[in-house]
Structures are given as C-alpha cells and as structure tokens.
C-alpha cells in the first residue's frame, strides 16, 4: 500500500517569513495530493490540492510543487501571518485505492509574530 | 461550515456501555469515511464507504462498528471500547479518489 512522510514534524518561522513542509509517498500510481490545515481544536479543512498531470499550483500565499519522478510534494507558505499557526497533514490517492487517502504524520507550524 | 456534520460532538461513557456517533454530509458526495485522531499521532483511517458499500476496514476492532443507510449517513457504533479508544473520532466525505476530503467537526471521545 501507500507510505506518505512528512516533514518536518515542527516548525517554527518570523513572521513574513516562509514556510516549506515537503512530503513523500512510494506508490507510483498516486495521482492526487490534498494539503490540509487544522488549527487547534477545528476539523481538517482542504487548502490546496494537486493532480498528477500538473507540476506546481498556487493560491494568493500557497502553493504545491509536485515532482512524480522522485515522489514528493510540498507546500509552500509565503508570507506567513500568526493566523497560518496551524497543523498541516499532506495526503496522496490513488484510483487503485478505492477512495482510500493515505495521510502524513501532520507538521505543527507556528509563525513567530 | 455545515456541509458535514457529526453529533454528538462530546460523549463520555463507560466501558460497558453502547453509543452511536453520527455523520450526515449535505455535499452530494459518493464516499464517506470513519477517522480516528489521537494527542500526537496521523490521521488513523479506519472504515471508506463507496456508495454505501464498505470498501476498506483497515483493521479495527469489532468493538467499532459502522453502518452505512444511505450515501449521506454514516454511523459508528460503539461497545465495550477500552480507555485507549479515547479519541477525537472524524467523519468525512469527498466526491470521488481525485476531490478532496471534507471533514465533520468530530466526536470527542473519552471512555471511563
């Protein structure tokens, strides 16, 4: 099956500063990859996602970069604000998988006002 | 958020005791799914619904039981649950393998 790791497991930055969490998974046929941000006591919400036929995707202040040759993928934070203090938990799927979403081990990031 | 929606949100009971957690998704989606989520580990996938069937039991106890009505409902069952069982219990749903995951607001969990 699918092996998602993520790093790092904690991380702090100023304010303004960026923030970079990078992720791998083994199973080559995974071909779609959620980011999602949970702050302190609220669900997982989607903040950014990935397909297999795109190498990079952004949204205002994040983006996902995709390498399918090596496995990986990350997210990147620009500009980060105490309001992006949150955990992050990166995902992979696969259509062999039956819906079935492999998740990291999550990333406490804190930004330093 | 009311897309999906989990109740009840807090539940304390003891070991000998039944309880059912229940999810319900307004989103129109295909598949739903039973996570739990303890102090400092992953997300623990536990049972995938694909238009009601079971697809996936990722190994969990027979003291956890889902059910599954329909494509908008979702049931876990519970008895005789251990102390370890303590948990932050999440429901989600998506379209399909390639659409993200929404997440229900959870049931936190303590077993006495």
């Known amino acids: 099956g699918e092996n998602v790791e993520q790093h790092p497991s904690t991380l702090s930055v100023q304010e303004g500063d960026s923030a970079v969490i990078k992720c791998t998974y083994s199973?080559?046929?995974?071909?779609?990859f959620p980011w999602y941000k949970q702050e302190l006591g609220k669900r997982p919400q989607l903040i950014i996602d990935i397909r297999s036929n795109v190498g990079e995707k952004k949204d205002q202040r994040i983006a996902v970069t995709l390498n399918k040759t090596a496995k990986h993928f990350s997210l990147h934070i620009t500009e980060t604000q105490p309001e992006d203090s949150a955990v992050y938990f990166c995902a992979a799927s696969s259509r062999n998988t039956g819906n079935q979403f492999y998740f990291g081990t999550g990333t406490s990031l804190t930004v330093i006002p | 958020e009311t897309g999906v929606t989990q109740t009840p949100r807090h539940l304390v009971m003891g070991m000998t005791n039944k309880k059912s957690l229940k999810c319900e998704q307004h989103?129109?989606?295909?598949?739903m799914y039973w996570y739990k989520q303890s102090a400092k580990k992953p997300l623990e996938l536990m049972f995938v619904?694909?238009?009601?069937?079971?697809?996936e039991n990722n190994s969990v106890p027979s003291r956890f039981s889902p059910e599954c009505p329909n494509s908008s409902h979702l049931f876990l069952h519970l008895h005789t649950l251990q102390p370890e069982d303590s948990a932050l219990y999440l429901c989600a749903s998506s379209q399909d393998q390639a659409a993200g995951q929404y997440f229900g607001p959870g049931t936190r969990l303590t077993v006495t």
């Open positions: 619904y694909n238009f009601k069937e079971q697809t």
């Open positions: 199973d080559s046929a995974s071909n779609y």
């Open positions: 989103l129109g989606h295909n598949a």
